[in-house]
């Protein structure tokens, strides 16, 4: 059953790469979220104690909602639904996918088998995502698309930590949601700003300070 | 508990404090707040030692987070006297319409509340930094100094400073999340051992070190490394750094520089302290050799072409972290001296940044090139400009001396020849490149408006960077016991030896 969703998540990664449309992506990035949200779930159940349950389910709530509503106001705001001119085109970026994947499946298989672990399929998934999200943020122009590869990222390392069933304790728990909700909310203020002093999200016009 | 909660206060004060500037409207009590805040800060964090550790040993205060913290606290105390001037002045320009030097647009500033809660909330998030002795509260205190600081970079309403802070939000985080992987890797690195995981509590993982998986730790600390090293400033991960670091307002610049580089080593050297622990210490050692001369080498090209003197000294942060990495991946004695180097630095490169806003408030440009002869229209700055640059590049009578000297000489010892001769050569280098543009600056007569009205230079302008100018210059001649002690146990928390 995990094996689908680990699928699912690399499935999520390639649609991310090939969508130009903000609003399909947004809802990409919110069905990781759920996926991601609900890997404890199906684990085995009769370990689940409260404490992880409560984690578990508002990881579920901020990353599968709470963000992307906010996303998508901040990409109304914004007037910005599309990613026009990407660096790297949709069709050269899930070429780029593959190589990720490869990769992925590569530097796993170069780390040690760990008995008590579940599949080594978990840490494939996460550094894929992880790549994913960092070319993402490399290959886009609009601001917005970047702050989305930056979660895919983000995500990327959770799934590592949700599968590995990575035993934090819930303040460590609860300070990393808080981080990632506190910095998306204030890239979206940035964005706002963005969009109000250059017209656009455009980052490329951002770049008055080189060398 | 709670006998003795210096630690919670630590935190406690700065924390509220940010919440009531929010409220304060008015711009006095606001400001007597922050430097309040910041003396009682002061206070509490050189009487912390010995201070009992909460939460079951997650925030304690060892020598080395203690000498982190009191570098950050003197600094901040310092530098936010130096705000109540820079906070005036920006009051007293608001009134008419402000246009911008460098691209001639109209701009505004942000609200002075909300920079001073972020000024306040940095302290908190780096007072974590220093307590934490859990790793995964390490990295979200970590992540909170960026988001706290991130508005301050764009307090002037700019393009340019909107730019910036984008640009350091958006790579910092990057960083940041890779760090998060590293943490996991590392928590899976503990699944060998008998009873099974161990929290990531740093007391437990250095009593255990030697029976954690070897390959999933090195890989923890490559992605730890890569993650705290974006945000220390270590090339080739480096790039927000001059961007950030020349367009916030310049007291900001001092603390980024001094203070908050400084917490994303101190996320390096708990992961180096675990290697250390687990016998592993050459790997490390190696990876940080090769980062710290690689942002050695790259800071000292950028300098060579470097025409603004805000970037020029960005870049020369980037070189300093490089040699605060090399000094502790030589080890041995380098380690004593990499971290007397930091303090040494953030003295400096603070003194420096106070200086240079002063020269910008004056003379309204940014561009080595447009200006001369500031030993004529300003005096006192022009002499801490000059101190600071003979400070910074490590020339005797200064504590930097000492420092680099000390780095140099445990390559030496352990026969690293190739790499004190990169080391002397880079080091040369930036002392000329860097010697050419402040000499350039200092003589010769104004370019300037002859008009331009000849004002004394205010006391609070100048006092704060000479006090940390004359901070390094006496850390020269004479460390005090205190120091010397903790900079011994820090030292000796990381494997070194005097």
């Known amino acids: 059953m995990s094996d689908l969703i680990f699928v699912l998540l690399i499935l999520t990664g390639f649609v991310f790469l090939g969508s130009g449309r903000l609003q399909f992506s947004i809802r990409t990035l919110a069905l990781q979220g759920i996926l991601l949200g609900s890997i404890p779930f199906l684990g085995s159940l009769q370990g689940l104690m409260g404490r992880v349950t409560f984690i578990a389910s508002m990881s579920l709530i901020i990353k599968g909602l709470i963000l992307p509503y906010f996303l998508t106001r901040a ?28 990769v992925s499946f590569w530097l796993t298989s170069r780390l040690p088998v760990i008995e008590s672990k579940p599949s080594q399929m978990a840490i494939a998934v996460a550094f894929f995502n992880l790549f994913v999200g960092l070319f993402v943020i490399m290959s886009r122009r609009k601001a917005l698309t970047q702050v989305l590869g930056y979660l895919v990222m983000e995500n990327g390392a959770y799934i590592f930590g949700v599968a590995y069933a990575i035993e934090a304790p819930f303040l460590v728990e ?9 910095a998306v909310f204030v890239m979206g203020i940035m964005i706002f700003h963005i969009s109000k002093s250059f017209d656009h999200i455009d980052t490329d016009q951002l770049s008055s300070l080189v060398e | 508990m709670m006998n003795n909660p210096v630690i919670a206060l630590l935190l406690l004060i700065p924390l509220l404090g940010g919440i009531a500037a929010l409220l304060i409207r008015r711009d006095n009590p606001r400001r007597a707040l922050l430097v309040s805040v910041a003396g ?3 206070l509490f964090s050189f009487t912390a030692e010995g201070a009992p550790s909460l939460h079951e040993g997650w925030f304690a205060l060892d020598p080395l987070g203690r000498l982190f913290l009191c570098i950050t606290s003197t600094l901040f105390l310092i530098v936010s006297i130096y705000s109540l001037g820079y906070l005036a002045r920006e009051r007293s320009l608001e009134k008419e319409v402000r246009t911008d030097f460098e691209s001639h647009s109209m701009f505004a500033n942000g609200p002075e509340s909300l920079l001073t809660a972020c000024l306040l909330f940095f302290l908190t998030a780096m007072t974590l930094v220093c307590v934490s002795n859990h790793l995964g509260l390490l990295w979200v205190a970590i992540e909170a100094t960026t988001l706290a600081s991130a508005p301050m970079i764009y307090f002037h309403r700019r393009q340019q400073s909107l730019e910036a802070a984008w640009k350091y939000l958006l790579i910092c985080s990057i960083g940041i999340a890779l760090a998060l992987f590293g943490n996991f890797l590392l928590a899976v690195s503990t699944a060998t051992l008998s009873g099974g995981e161990v929290e990531l509590l740093l007391g437990d993982l250095l009593d255990q070190a030697p029976l954690l998986q070897p390959t999933w730790l090195k890989a923890a600390f490559i992605f730890l490394l890569v993650g705290y090293g974006t945000k220390m400033g270590l090339a080739p991960l480096h790039t927000w750094l001059p961007d950030a670091h020349s367009e916030s307002p310049s007291f900001v610049s001092a603390l980024l520089s001094g203070a908050l580089l400084n917490c994303a080593f101190l996320g390096i050297l708990r992961a180096m302290q675990i290697l250390n622990a687990a016998n592993l210490a050459a790997f490390g050692q190696e990876l940080l050799i090769l980062f710290g001369l690689l942002s050695m080498g790259l800071a000292a090209t950028f300098i060579l072409h470097q025409r603004n003197f805000k970037r020029m000294l960005a870049y020369s942060s980037v070189e300093h972290m490089g040699i605060l990495a090399l000094g502790v991946g030589l080890g041995g004695a380098g380690i004593f001296g990499s971290m007397f180097h930091a303090v040494n630095h953030s003295l400096t490169k603070a003194m420096l940044f106070l200086a240079a806003g002063n020269i910008l408030a004056k003379l309204k440009s940014k561009s080595t090139l447009d200006i001369t002869g500031l030993s004529k229209s300003m005096p006192v700055t022009a002499a801490l400009w000059l101190c600071g640059f003979l400070a910074i590049t490590g020339s005797p009578p200064f504590g930097s001396f000492l420092s680099e000297f000390t780095i140099l000489k445990a390559a030496i010892d352990q026969e690293h020849f190739v790499i004190a001769v990169a080391y002397l050569l880079i080091l040369s280098i930036v002392f000329i490149v860097m010697g050419t543009i402040v000499l350039h600056m200092y003589q010769g007569s104004p370019l300037v408006e002859p008009d331009l009205p000849r004002e004394r230079e205010l006391w609070i302008s100048v006092i704060p960077p000479a006090v940390l100018g004359s901070l390094a210059l006496i850390l020269g001649v004479y460390i005090p016991p205190f120091l010397q002690r903790m900079l011994a146990e820090a030292s000796q928390q990381l494997g070194g030896a005097l």
């Open chain 1, 75 to 102: 990409m109304h705001r914004s007037k910005a639904m599309h990613e026009d001119h990407p660096y790297v085109g949709f069709t050269a970026s899930m070429l780029v996918g593959i190589v990720c994947l490869g």
């Open chain 1, 174 to 182: 609860f300070g990393i949601l808080l981080d990632v909700f506190v």
């Open chain 2, 40 to 42: 009682i800060h002061f």
